[in-house]
């Protein structure tokens, strides 16, 4: 069964430090990997989506994530955090088979604190 | 392009009511799915639709239902309202169903019942 944990529900940094948010996924197959997030009050933005293509995947708003089949793991990094990063972010692994849990499984989600 | 649009985007409902949730998805997007969010269960999956078909099913009661229409538009219902219900309802939208599509968020309809 697919799987997806995020490592620390609340992530504190200060403005202008690096952002690291931990995700390890769980697959049988070759997976699609995303990272979504959320602001106050607001449904969810893809911020990136792996596909294979590149182990190194670039988002939106300065964010990148790395594949490492080895660890089984799809970090968010940012080199510096601003802010506006404040927010939710969920990742998320796409399903092989749907069923009741639908096409995307969705880790429990880190909520982003930046402190000035 | 139009993202996601749901609507309405705030609501109140009596407890033994029932409430009906719109969405408009992506244009040229065929599936749309609903999710339910809450402070203590996070996102859970209610169902899939794609070309009017149910394609996928989470574990809710049957007081939640949904269709789709010709035109990839949907509709979630939820029928006897109770005050675990309160949430926020997401739609999302897709160009078609399966592994490996990226799936593209609304604003989310606001549900409190009272």
């Known amino acids: 069964a697919q799987s997806v944990t995020q490592l620390g529900s609340h992530v504190s940094v200060s403005e202008g430090a690096l952002v690291l948010l931990r995700c390890n996924y769980s697959s049988s197959v070759p997976p699609y990997l995303f990272w979504y997030v959320q602001y106050p009050n607001q449904g969810l933005q893809l911020l990136l989506k792996y596909t294979s293509a590149a182990t190194l995947v670039k988002g939106i708003n300065g964010f990148e994530a790395e594949f490492k089949k080895s660890e089984t793991s799809f970090h968010l990094t940012k080199p510096s955090a601003h802010m506006s990063d404040a927010a939710e972010y969920f990742c998320?692994?796409?399903?092989?088979?749907?069923?009741?849990?639908?096409?995307?499984?969705f880790g429990k989600g880190t909520k982003l604190s930046v402190k000035p | 392009k139009a993202g996601v649009t749901q609507t309405p985007r705030y609501l109140i409902k009596t407890r033994g009511q029932q409430v009906t949730l719109s969405c408009s998805p992506i244009s040229g997007h065929r599936s749309v799915s609903w999710y339910q969010q809450t402070p203590g269960q996070g996102l859970q999956f209610l169902f899939e639709y794609f070309s009017e078909t149910q394609r996928n099913k989470g574990n809710f009661p049957g007081r939640f239902s949904g269709r789709q229409f010709s035109n990839s538009r949907s509709e979630m219902n939820v029928s006897t309202l109770e005050l675990g219900d309160s949430a926020l309802y997401l739609c999302a939208s897709s160009p078609r169903t399966g592994a490996g599509n990226t799936i593209y968020f609304g604003e989310g309809s606001w549900l409190t019942v009272v």
């Open positions: 998320a692994v796409s399903a092989n088979y749907g069923g009741s849990q639908g096409n995307l499984i």
